[in-house]
């Protein structure tokens, strides 16, 4: 055997080897090719209905907010309603109740110094002040006794 043949023998076993390390790569490229064909159609088959479940919910909720702006809608118009009642009230029957509310305020401090006077206590001195604070009475301030 020349060195030719040597070199011809090596290159063809190189070449062998080279076409089955390319068929084994070829045939795992394939595999995981199928792989992934199987894995795409099963994704697709469960997306679809998932996609149709999720527009059905979105419909929905639209559905639920066209609902919900509705009644805000109402809301809204009641409350114009009630304020304009409120205020419509507070005027017609604002001004009378504060008129009658100081006649009777009147009509006690007079009773109250009337009664004082007919009890016979001018001697006394006259009643003590009191301040009114939202139909509260607040006593007077304290006199200090002197001592001594």
């Known amino acids: 055997m020349t060195g030719g043949e040597v070199a011809g023998i ?3 076993v190189f ?4 076409v089955s390390f390319l068929a084994v790569v070829l045939v795992r490229l394939a595999q995981t090719l199928k792989a ?6 099963d994704v697709t088959e469960q997306a679809v209905p998932l996609l149709s479940d999720a527009s059905a919910t979105v419909r929905s909720a639209q559905t639920q907010l066209d609902r919900v702006d509705a009644i805000a809608t109402d809301v809204q118009e009641v409350t114009s309603n009630a304020s304009a009642l409120s205020t419509t009230v507070a005027s017609t029957f604002g001004g009378p109740l504060v008129k009658v509310a100081a006649f009777g305020y009147g009509v006690r401090q007079a009773m109250g110094r009337r009664g004082a006077l007919a009890e016979g206590n001018e001697a006394a001195g006259p009643a003590p002040r009191r301040t009114v604070v939202v139909g509260r009475t607040l006593p007077s301030a304290r006199r200090r006794k002197k001592k001594g």
């Open 10 to 12: 090596l290159v063809a």
């Open 15 to 18: 070449w062998a080897i080279l």
């Open 36 to 41: 992934t064909t199987r894995l795409v159609a």
